[in-house]
């Protein structure tokens, strides 16, 4: 199973976010988006999930064209999109949010830390406990989710937790993709695929191993 995107360009008005993309993704797996702010990696996630259209191109998910297939399809087909902010939903308590997603909360939560606070409103939570409950809702939909896009995923997270974080999400049966934008710590000596963007447009596509010798040979 794999979702790529083909000669993607996605534009903002008159900006072009994307300059011809392509890349893919397999799974099981991590596959890590790196790059600075403006690279282009959030939008190739928005476009994978289908959140902004693209002006030509195409994302292929296991085989079939998807490009018109609208964002709500792919959620129902099993692809699960986490955003950088407004990841939850603020006036909800941290319980309704995880029940919007699981009607039965399991025993121990993947971030035991939310348990004492189930029934504080999101919206009151700080920075990080609000990445915790946006991961724990997507973890939640691990059984039925095939793709899991996550830009930014341990931002505001303790580095204890965001390894666990890591673990957590290379655990998951799916075709997972990280918004980074450096490779974390916690996934050196993984095996882990990189694409790496630069102004729109991939600079390098290959094992994060690879990232060391190679730039140590275009100095």
Same mark, same amino acid.
């Given at each position: 199973?794999?979702?790529?995107?083909? &000669?993607?360009?996605?534009?903002?008005?008159?900006?072009?976010?994307?300059? #011809?993309?392509?890349?893919?993704?397999?799974?099981?797996?991590?596959?890590?988006?790196?790059?600075?702010?403006?690279? #282009?990696?959030?939008?190739?996630?928005?476009?994978? %999930?289908?959140?902004?259209?693209?002006?030509?191109?195409?994302?292929?998910?296991?085989?079939?064209?998807?490009?018109?297939?609208?964002?709500?399809?792919?959620?129902?087909?099993?692809?699960?999109?986490?955003?950088?902010?407004?990841?939850?939903?603020?006036?909800?308590?941290?319980?309704?949010?995880?029940?919007?997603?699981?009607?039965?909360?399991?025993?121990?939560?993947?971030?035991?830390?939310?348990?004492?606070?189930?029934?504080?409103?999101?919206?009151?939570?700080? #920075?990080?406990?609000?990445?915790?409950?946006?991961?724990?809702?997507?973890?939640?939909?691990?059984?039925?989710?095939?793709?899991?896009?996550?830009?930014?995923?341990?931002?505001?997270? %303790?580095?204890?937790?965001?390894?666990?974080?890591?673990?957590?999400?290379?655990?998951?049966?799916?075709?997972?993709?990280?918004?980074?934008?450096?490779?974390?710590?916690?996934? &050196?000596?993984?095996?882990?695929?990189? &694409?790496?963007?630069?102004?729109?447009?991939?600079?390098?596509?290959?094992?994060?191993?690879?990232?060391?010798?190679?730039?140590?040979?275009?100095?």
């Amino acid at each position: 199973m794999t979702i790529s995107l083909r &000669h993607a360009r996605v534009r903002y008005g008159p900006l072009e976010a994307l300059h #011809g993309v392509t890349l893919t993704a397999p799974a099981p797996g991590l596959t890590v988006l790196l790059g600075r702010n403006g690279s #282009g990696r959030t939008t190739t996630l928005r476009a994978l %999930a289908g959140v902004v259209p693209l002006s030509a191109g195409a994302v292929i998910w296991d085989g079939a064209d998807v490009t018109r297939m609208p964002a709500f399809e792919r959620a129902r087909r099993g692809l699960c999109l986490v955003p950088e902010r407004r990841a939850v939903f603020a006036s909800l308590t941290v319980r309704e949010n995880l029940e919007l997603v699981a009607a039965d909360l399991p025993d121990h939560l993947p971030y035991p830390e939310l348990e004492p606070l189930l029934t504080r409103r999101a919206g009151t939570l700080s #920075g990080g406990e609000q990445r915790m409950l946006a991961l724990s809702r997507a973890l939640a939909l691990s059984a039925r989710a095939r793709v899991v896009l996550v830009d930014e995923p341990t931002q505001g997270l %303790a580095p204890a937790v965001a390894a666990r974080t890591y673990d957590l999400l290379a655990s998951l049966d799916a075709c997972v993709v990280l918004a980074e934008q450096r490779l974390p710590p916690a996934l &050196h000596g993984r095996r882990v695929l990189v &694409h790496e963007l630069g102004r729109g447009a991939v600079v390098f596509s290959g094992e994060a191993a690879e990232r060391p010798a190679r730039t140590a040979r275009t100095r």
